[in-house]
C-alpha cells in the first residue's frame, strides 16, 4: 500500500492515490495543484521520513470545489448572572482529490520469493516432559 503524510494549513493528512479529502482553504482557481511538504512517504514496506520533509517527494492533487463547511455554534454561559453570548463559524474548505505520489528515491519492490529448504541433515527434536 502506497501513502504518504502532507501537511497544509498547519495540519498533517495521511493520503493515499484517489482519496478525497478537506483541507483548509486553498488560494487556487479550478485545476491541478500539487503539495510539496510531504512529512513521510510509505511505499510496500519502505518507509521515507522527513528531516522535516521529504526533499524527492511531492503529491500531485486536483482541486474540485471550494466550499463552506457545516455551522458551529459556540455558546458562551455564566450561571447566575443572566450571561449569554451565542455565534456561529463556518470553515471555507477545499475539496481535493489526491492523483499521484511521487517519489526518486523509493522504487516499485519485487515481490518476495519464499525459499524451501528440503535438507535431510535437518531433523526435528522433540522435547520429553
Known sequence: ????????GGKQYKVSEGDV???DKLDVKEGPLTFDNVLLLVNEGNVEVGKPFVESAKVSAKLLEQKKGDKVRVAKFKSKVRYRRVTGFRALLSK??????ESSKIKET????????????????SKKA
Do not use: G, L, S
Not at 519485487?110 to 527434536?125: F, L, M
Open 96 to 101: 481535493v482529490q489526491i492523483e499521484k505520489i
Open 21 to 23: 479529502i478537506e483541507v
Open 110 to 125: 519485487p515481490k518476495k520469493v519464499e525459499e524451501k529448504t528440503d535438507n535431510p541433515k535437518v531433523k526435528k527434536v
Open 1 to 8: 500500500m502506497k501513502y504518504a503524510v502532507i501537511k497544509t
